[in-house]
């Protein structure tokens, strides 16, 4: 059938949220994040919809959409239906930066503007990740880039999908009101944190592989 490109768009917008959470905002409390490997390929496959959109009929578009969600479900479900914490994804931070940089030092008295409120993640964030050694680290940032791109400028209580009512009372997860565009440029920071920094020293890190939703994956 047809369907309005408005209610595409929004389809689109819909799986760059969830995979996006299903890659990092699955990890455990108390535990330091880990990125699953097999999520991480919904989540950068979810980029080329809009190219592919673009070039589809109405009716295309509909059963390409139709087709993605459930792949993009079975992947979920073989990773043994890892658990969404919408709070925890929040708490990581929202200005990453690679190891040893910090704003320790004082501005001058005539610097113009306060350097820690103009501070932008991607570029130290594109510089690095462009030597990373395992393409999928580059291309889960390419994602996460596009993403805070065109849905980054969304506001706590405004994210598609984060109530399961029409009033906007009752939350869909615990926590998903409080998601805001800030979820790419985290989800990012704990894709560089994970997978390193390596041109700042870091060694290379390692993608998931036991499917975390599992409670047996979090004892090894």
């Not at 615990?174 to 565009?181: C, H, I, K, N, Q």
């Amino acid at each position: 059938g047809q369907a309005s490109e408005s209610n595409i768009d929004l389809k689109v917008e819909e799986l760059f949220w969830a995979n996006t959470l299903f890659l990092c905002g699955t990890s455990k409390r108390g535990q330091k994040p880990r990125l699953d490997f097999v999520l991480m390929h919904a989540l950068n496959a979810t980029l080329f919809l809009p190219s592919l959109l673009k070039v589809l009929s109405g009716a295309s578009k509909v059963k390409l959409l139709k087709a993605f969600l459930p792949v993009t479900m079975m992947f979920v479900l073989a990773r043994g239906r890892p658990r969404i914490d919408a709070k925890l994804v929040m708490s990581y931070t929202a200005a990453p930066r690679p190891p040893g940089q910090t704003m320790t030092r004082r501005p001058n008295a005539g610097t113009v503007g306060d350097p820690s409120e103009t501070y932008n993640p991607w570029l130290n964030i594109c510089a690095s990740v462009i030597h990373a050694p395992d393409a999928h680290t580059v291309k889960a940032v390419r994602a996460s880039y596009y993403a805070a791109q065109h849905y980054g400028h969304k506001q706590p209580r405004d994210v598609p999908g984060c109530f399961i009512d029409e009033d906007h009372q009752k939350e869909t997860l615990p926590g998903s009101s409080e998601l805001d565009g800030t979820l790419f440029v985290r989800a990012a920071g704990v894709v560089m944190e994970t997978l390193g920094w390596v041109s700042h020293g870091d060694d290379p890190g390692k993608w998931d592989f036991s499917g975390l939703g599992w409670d047996d994956a979090w004892d090894n």
